[in-house]
């Protein structure tokens, strides 16, 4: 039976127009006039994108199950409208062979509501230092190669992951970190920081790094991409390689856009890394997203314990929540406020990611993949915590305020989350 989805604004081609939607057996068929036998849905000038993607979400199982699983996690990311997520390797075991990652795989398999494509290491351990991971076994059955969590610290070491990155047509997928120049840091070094004796971070310990990687990258072909990027410094990196011809890439986050290092509280959920940075940084990364140099927009969804967040600024583990915030926030404090169009947005969270990591779809056209969300963009809510699917609960944007959110997330044609708001339509 097809599904045939009335009276909807689509993206398609780089626009929305109005029109249907057809669904039957998992993919995108000519809508055409409805016939007798199809289920119709009228979705009442509700949005349809092509399924968001997060290349970058820590699912925390196998290892850390009282943080986060399979299950909550891709719940979390269905209710968020992802229909695909990126999942980190500091697991444990750590996906630094086959045999490592098929526990994984196998958890997938059984759990996941969406479509998750892990990572393998880049070294053995996800140490970020010692020696390489297994990385010719795990390249089929993995989107990239990452330490996230770490940065390589030999140049060496990553020279050698990239030339043979490059030769398995993969890419490094880089947390930038220099380790002798964090000095014991846990927030950015700068305003905060000083004003409250805390330790701080500086920028420096990002961008070295990445100056150092995209210099390898041209030197081996590697297809580089940075992560989280927190930095002016590393923005104008990822720009001048760019303008170089070189294949290089890089994500932000909600957090990095939206927030400043002046806004802190003595609060873990205020606490990740890289850290939030100053308004400069800020600033520079709205730029980036302007004007193209920052391709993606990624969560960096790192659940912990409600006790690992509770220790305040100085004591609490790094890492904060996202997958069911992020597009809201975002459409409420850069679309609705004229920073960017909701048609930018779009490629940020669906069509660049899907491009660069060679994930297919994303048009919503004949022949694609049944993946897409609908959105009701007039829908005014506030961030809550309590109401997350994800078993992380900190995030520094509860109880803002927004517009727009997820009412139905659709994998291969399949309904993985669907809230009130459908019901009423139907």
């Not at 294949?247 to 400043?260: D, I, K, N, Q």
């Not at 069509?351 to 048009?363: A, I, S």
């Not at 056209?365 to 309590?386: H, Q, S, Y």
């Not at 900190?394 to 927004?402: D, E, I, L, R």
């Amino acid at each position: 039976m097809r599904t045939v989805y009335t009276e909807a604004r689509i993206y398609r081609g780089g626009r929305f127009d109005e029109g249907s939607l057809a669904v039957e057996q998992g993919r995108i068929v000519p809508a055409g006039t409805p016939r007798a036998d199809d289920r119709v849905v009228s979705l009442r000038g509700l949005w349809v994108v092509p399924g968001l993607v997060d290349v970058h979400v820590h699912l925390r199982e196998p290892g850390f199950p009282q943080k986060e699983t399979i299950a909550t996690g891709t719940a979390a990311a269905a209710r968020g409208g992802y229909t695909a997520v990126c999942s980190m390797p500091n697991l444990n075991p750590a996906p630094d062979s086959l045999e490592a990652l098929h526990v994984q795989t196998d958890l997938i398999r059984r759990d996941a509501v969406v479509r998750v494509l892990p990572y393998g290491c880049i070294t053995k351990g996800q140490r970020g230092c010692g020696t390489l991971a297994d990385l010719e076994a795990l390249a089929p059955e993995v989107v990239g190669f990452s330490d996230d969590g770490r940065g390589v610290q030999s140049a060496e070491l990553m020279e050698e992951a990239m030339h043979r990155a490059a030769a398995l047509h993969k890419p490094i997928v880089a947390h930038c970190e220099v380790d002798e120049l964090l000095h014991g840091g846990y927030i950015h070094d700068g305003v905060y920081c000083r004003e409250h004796g805390h330790r701080g971070i500086s920028s420096e310990s990002e961008w070295r790094q990445v100056e150092r990687d995209i210099e390898l990258a041209a030197r081996t072909g590697c297809r580089y991409h940075v992560c989280h990027v927190s930095t002016r410094e590393s923005v104008e990196l990822v720009r001048q390689a760019r303008a170089r011809g070189l294949r290089v890439s890089c994500e932000t986050a909600p957090h990095y856009l939206l927030l400043c290092d002046e806004e802190l509280r003595e609060e873990g959920r205020f606490k990740m890394n890289p850290p939030i940075r100053s308004r400069e940084d800020r600033a520079a990364l709205i730029s980036g997203i302007q004007d193209g140099t920052i391709e993606v927009i990624a969560t960096d969804h790192a659940p912990h314990t409600a006790e690992e967040k509770l220790r305040g600024l100085a004591r609490s583990a790094m890492g904060i929540v996202g997958l069911e915030c992020a597009f809201p926030l975002l459409y409420e404090y850069l679309v609705r406020r004229g920073v960017i169009t909701l048609e930018r947005l779009v490629e940020l969270m669906s069509v660049n990611p899907r491009q660069l990591f060679g994930l297919g779809g994303g048009r919503l056209e004949e022949g694609d993949a049944a993946d897409f969300t609908v959105l009701d963009l007039d829908a005014a809510w506030k961030i809550e915590p309590a109401a997350f699917r994800s078993k992380g609960r900190a995030t520094p944007f509860a109880a803002w305020p927004v517009h727009g959110r997820a009412v139905l997330t659709v994998v291969d044609g399949r309904p993985v989350y669907e809230d009130e708001t459908m019901k009423t339509i139907r």
